[in-house]
């Protein structure tokens, strides 16, 4: 399988799963964008996208989905320009991106994540009512002379996917790994 050919696979396979999740859910929100209370900033800009939003007995319950399953395939390594990317497995909602970047310079960063959460909601939903926007991303962390982020896609199209590694690769990084092993090995 072909890099782009395995972030299809990928995101089919959540949006089947999104899908069957929204299936008997029909009473709340979907995709609400809410900003996080609290000093830790986990998320950039305290934000985050959830799967669906009730309210029960005046109470508000918030449902995420958790795929059980994603698309399998064999790590790849290949050069995308003059970056080296190392492929493995992943999910499409908990997707961890590792740069071999030594500064702590994110604003790049920043502004991909502005730009693809819709902050403003100004997106056309698609066909099937998602907002086609990421879910969130996890602060980045430095360590060893690496920069580590997860990002939750969400309903965001491979074009959003496709973007973020050219983002990457404008950094002048040189190599990215991007993988799920604290999702896969739970």
């Not at 900033?41 to 958790?66: P, W």
């Not at 992943?90 to 500064?103: L, P, S, T, V």
């Not at 990084?173 to 739970?186: H, P």
Request: glycine share 4%; hydrophobic share 35%; with cysteine.
């Amino acid at each position: 399988m072909e890099f782009e050919e395995i972030i299809n696979h990928q995101r089919q396979s959540y949006i089947k799963q999104l899908k069957a999740f929204y299936a008997d859910r029909t009473d709340g929100a979907r995709e609400i964008l809410m900003a996080l209370n609290g000093e830790e900033e986990t998320l950039l800009f305290k934000l985050t996208r959830l799967d669906y939003l009730v309210k029960v007995d005046g109470e508000f319950k918030i449902e995420e989905l958790s795929p059980d399953t994603y698309s399998n395939h064999s790590p790849i390594s290949f050069t995308y320009g003059q970056l080296q990317v190392e492929l493995n497995p992943f999910f499409w909602h908990g997707c961890e991106f590792i740069i071999d970047k030594k500064d702590d310079d994110i604003d790049w960063l920043r502004t991909w994540t502005k730009i693809w959460i819709d902050e403003e909601d100004k997106f056309q939903t698609d066909i099937d009512g998602f907002a086609g926007a990421i879910h969130n991303v996890s602060f980045p962390t430095t360590e060893q002379q690496t920069v580590k982020f997860t990002v939750d896609f969400g309903t965001a199209s491979t074009e959003v996917f496709m973007n973020l590694i050219n983002c990457i690769k404008d950094t002048g990084t040189k190599r990215l790994i991007i993988n799920s092993f604290d999702l896969l090995n739970e």
